[in-house]
């Protein structure tokens, strides 16, 4: 059995005060991240022009997974995963890559890319939650403040969709981005639980392929094969949005989840959708209100406090206990 102390990722530091400090390298790799996920949103929008949702999703998760496994296979990594680890991997894959990416892929064109990508991140608040109910990670009154401000602006920024003032966003749209948020959050905090017992590469290689499992068989059974329509732009768009927006992020982020807590980096995630409204509003003409801009300055306010989160416990790390390591 995996035993999760309470206590900090190895490589998280802290200083006099109890406040989480963050490298200048980690940092960097955090902003990397949140910019690659500020660009899925635009990218899927631009897809869904060329190929249909469940075609377009699995085609992601696909060429993504192949191309983390043939790293791992250039790296001389063992690209088969421990025994213990497989119900883990495939749990993830079912919530992370199955049902996040079928949220994300129906939501496009029912919300704009910038606030569907905004809408989306109410997944570290669901993700906060369970971890602290089953990695026993607690919340500090800060972390816990931080979250629930970053949530309430993204309930700002959607409020106009759902009271039909904007033409920004729709019911169906925001609800189907929940349920890939939902899946998301899923998939981000079970990761910890496996995290020192499967190299990242690989764990994100075989969550991405497995996870087109159901995704084929959804584009089979409610697609037709005349939804794809190739062209270099479609070509492009599919590539950079599958290795760069997918596997290398997703891939970085695992990485970081072997060294700093859940709660830290959920909070600096709240600065993505803020990238991509702007993103949308540069290259999609997305017309904003003055609530949703209200809603961004509330999710900005929500990062400043997230950078004074305290660590509630002590500065440790994960311990995985040895005498029954197979029992994830």
């Known amino acids: ?45 631009t897809g869904l022009d060329a190929f249909s949702p469940f075609h377009f999703a699995t085609l992601r998760s696909l060429i993504a997974g192949v191309s983390l496994l043939v790293a791992g296979i250039m790296l001389k990594k063992s690209i088969i995963p421990e025994r213990a680890t497989w119900p883990a991997l495939v749990i993830i894959s079912l919530t992370f890559t199955s049902l996040g990416f079928t949220g994300m892929f129906l939501a496009g064109g029912r919300v704009t890319p910038g606030l569907a990508t905004v809408i989306a991140n109410v997944q570290p608040l669901l993700a906060a939650l369970l971890s602290y109910f089953f990695l026993t990670e607690r919340l500090s009154r800060a972390s816990g403040l931080s979250l ?50 499967v190299d990242p590469l690989i764990a994100m290689a075989w969550i991405l392929l497995i996870g087109a499992i159901p995704l084929t068989i959804a584009a089979s059974v409610f697609e037709s094969e005349n939804t794809m329509h190739w062209s270099p732009t479609s070509i492009i768009n ?91």
């Open 1 to 45: 059995m995996i035993k999760l102390s309470k206590s900090s990722i190895s490589d998280q530091s802290f200083d006099s005060e109890g406040v989480a400090v963050i490298s200048i390298r980690n940092l960097a790799q955090i902003l990397v991240v949140i910019i690659l996920w500020a660009i899925c949103y635009p990218l899927i929008t």
């Open 148 to 197: 629930l401000i970053g949530f309430l602006g993204i309930v700002v920024i959607a409020y106009p969709g759902l009271t039909e003032q904007s033409s920004n966003s729709t019911p169906v749209g925001i609800a189907l981005v929940l349920v890939g948020a939902t899946g998301v959050a899923i998939g981000n905090v079970i990761p910890k639980n496996i995290a020192n017992l």
């Open 238 to 328: 599919l590539l950079v949005l599958s290795i760069f927006g997918t596997a290398l992020a997703f891939l970085w982020w695992l990485d970081l989840l072997r060294r700093i807590d859940l709660n830290v980096l959920n909070a600096y995630t709240f600065l993505t959708p803020v990238l991509a409204l702007f993103i949308g509003l540069l290259f999609y003409s997305e017309q904003l209100l003055m609530i949703e801009w209200f809603g961004i300055a509330i999710i900005v306010f929500a990062v400043f406090l997230a950078s004074r989160i305290t660590r509630v416990t002590s500065p440790s790390s994960i311990q995985i206990s040895n005498t029954d390591k197979n029992d994830v």
